[in-house]
């Protein structure tokens, strides 16, 4: 029983075109996030949403919308693809953002690849 | 600014002990993380401290000083699983994490 699902788990697609990957947790937990891991293996976070409200949106492209119909899901929308937006992308969750040990469980991760 | 640093990369002995070092300087602290990643998979969570000192987990334990802006994870008993990269993040005042780079850990029989 997965406790963080994202689907797909990989994406090949073109220059310019929209795709979106989806998220669901099943953990009861209030928090979701968005992070992009780069070639470098570098994490960074892009979106965070508690209770369906929005609390950290970082500096991305706008090209980029997230959408939460629940707590439970987290979506991410991308339009007009780009080359450099070629990465991993992990969706997570946690009990609560407001609290210390604010442990982070992650989905498998989405391969985007952008031709 | 904020960083987060930690070395790109070690390497070590099946069996043996091997100690990854994190330092930090950030906004405020609400406590310090360390997940392990194996290749092509997620980020899975190893430690937590907020306390200075010593947390012991099996072979895994994590160490923090909190004057020194210093913590390090150490791994006993080297198996040829624990090649994986090793995250450490740090939350600051306003419960943001963040992260390190990673330290990518080599595994030789």
């Known amino acids: 029983d997965t406790a963080v699902s994202q689907t797909p788990k990989y994406l090949v697609t073109q220059m310019g075109n929209d795709k979106s990957i989806k998220c669901e947790q099943n953990l009861g937990h209030d928090t979701m996030y968005w992070y992009k891991q780069d070639s470098k293996k570098f994490l960074k976070i892009m979106f965070s949403?508690?209770?369906?409200?929005?609390?950290i949106n970082e500096t991305v492209p706008n090209r980029f919308s997230p959408k939460s119909p629940d707590k439970a899901h987290l979506n991410l929308h991308i339009n007009s693809l780009e080359l450099g937006d070629s990465a991993v992308y992990f969706c997570a969750s946690s009990q609560d953002h407001f609290s210390g040990a604010n442990v982070l469980t992650f989905g498998a991760g989405s391969r985007l690849t952008v031709l | 600014g904020q960083n987060i640093d930690q070395p790109t990369e070690m390497t070590a002995t099946e069996g043996a002990i091997v100690q990854i070092n994190c330092t930090y300087q950030t906004s405020g602290f609400n406590g310090l993380f360390w997940y392990q990643q194996h290749a092509g998979e997620a980020p899975t969570f190893l430690s937590y401290n907020v306390l200075d000192g010593l947390e012991e987990k099996g072979r895994f334990s994590s160490f923090l000083s909190r004057s020194k802006g210093y913590s390090y994870l150490l791994l006993k008993e080297l198996q040829m699983k624990d090649s994986a990269s090793y995250l450490c993040a740090v939350m600051d005042s306003n419960y943001q994490l963040i992260w390190g780079a990673g330290t990518k850990l080599i595994i030789k029989p």
């Open positions: 949403y508690n209770n369906k409200e929005l609390i």
